[in-house]
């Protein structure tokens, strides 16, 4: 058989991606992500907590549970709004595990509403406040939250393959 230059064919179909969205599987996704979350906050506030020593890597590691845990409660559904829950829950995870670890400095605080705002408030400018004291540090700080973040973005874009761990390219 003679190669037809005038109509194209694949090989392999590419993937279809279906257009319907279903509300159900996205509750459930995020669900699972708040899960990643939850963990992954503990785990980023009690390791700086207990050694006292402060890895940006640990966002990564955050954001790769929350964007693994959502993949996993949608059954590898993503697409836009996967992707923006992704970003969202892993800034909050990390702004909890920064509060966290001023907790635990300063522990017992009561739990009141006003110190719980007051650990958030901190939780989410702790990584702008470091540029006081060392800005090379802070800009390092960002740079890899900014890593961990497009990690979580490419893990929740449901493509197959897209990305299977946060080093991938």
Known sequence: MTPDFE??????????VSAEFDNGVFLRSIAFGLVGALVGALVYGAFVGITHIQI???????AYLVAKAMMMGSNNRGGLP???TAIVLTCTAVAFGNALMV????????????????????????PFLEFQTSPGSALLGLFILFVGLRAAWRMASGIPGAVRHPFSR
């Open 7 to 16: 109509q194209a064919e694949y090989l392999h179909a590419p993937p279809v």
């Open 56 to 62: 940006g890597y640990l966002s990564i590691g955050v």
């Open 82 to 84: 996967y992707q923006v």
């Open 103 to 126: 907790w635990w400095d300063v522990k017992p605080i009561p739990f009141t509403a006003h110190n719980l705002l007051a650990l958030a408030k901190y939780g989410f400018a702790e």
